[in-house]
Every structure is written in C-alpha cells, then in structure tokens.
C-alpha cells in the first residue's frame, strides 16, 4: 500500500467516526482494551489508555464524550482517576463508566460514592453495556 493510500484510508476513517460518540476505554489490561475496542467500535468513536496518565493526556487532546474506567489499576486506580477528572473543570463533566472485576458489597459502595454515571462488572455483555452507554450518551438507537 503506497503512502496516498494509506491518508485515503486514513481520511475515509475520520469521516466514518465523524457522526459518532467518542468513548475512552482506560484499562491496565491489553486483552481488555482489545475486547472493548472490539465490542464497541461499530457503534462508537474508541480511543484507549493504559494508565490514568495516558488517559489525562488522551482527554485533554481530543476530548471523549463518555469514559469507561478501569476501577483497580496499578500507580493510579479508577477512584484517583476520576477524582483527577472531576477536579479539572474542563473535564469535570464528561460522563465515567467504572469497569472492575471485584464485586464484592464494600468495593461497589466505594465506587458508587464517587458517583460514576454507571458501574459494569467485568467481562461487560456487549448489549447490556451499549444500552448503557447509550443510556448516559442520549443516543438515539440504530
């Protein structure tokens, strides 16, 4: 593939996601992120961070219109996260979705006080989870 192709590609990509919500998956887990970007990405705009610095740095070049958080990352977890976030009040208002693995009632308490716009429990059903996003987003349904 030559290198004008490549942009065509590239242009005709943008155009695609131009009419779609952008939604930031931030996970520690690779597997992870290539499951949701995988899950979502016919519906939706995805951008992916492995940490909560590369999801500050992500945020603040092309804001995301929803962000589905990680709640146990190593450094800086899903609660230091979002805390960062709402503390910026660029960011304060963009909707956060925390996605954990651990279920147990005081970690569920814990996420719920932060106020997420929602809480999915890992591995998300697809359907459940775009009815959700879709939910918190306002979309209208395809």
């Excluded at 800086?76 to 996260?81: I, K, S, V, W």
């Excluded at 956060?96 to 059903?125: C, M, Q, S, W």
Aim: charged share 35%; proline share 4%.
């Amino acid at each position: 593939m030559d290198g004008k192709a490549v942009e065509e590609e590239a242009a005709a990509e943008r155009t695609e996601d131009a009419g779609k919500k952008r939604v930031l998956v931030v996970d520690d887990n690779g597997t992870m992120l290539r499951t949701m970007k995988a899950m979502l990405e016919d519906r939706y705009e995805i951008a992916v961070a492995i940490s909560a610095a590369q999801a500050m740095t992500s945020i603040g070049k092309q804001r995301p219109d929803l962000i589905l958080l990680d709640y146990e990352m190593p450094v800086c977890d899903g609660r230091m996260t979002l805390e960062m976030i709402r503390a910026d009040e660029e960011m304060k208002d963009i909707p956060v979705i925390f996605l954990t693995a651990v279920n147990d009632r005081d970690n569920i308490e814990a996420v719920l006080k932060l106020k997420p716009a929602g809480y999915f429990l890992k591995p998300p059903v697809k359907d459940k989870l775009v009815a959700e996003i879709d939910r918190v987003l306002k979309c209208d349904k395809q």
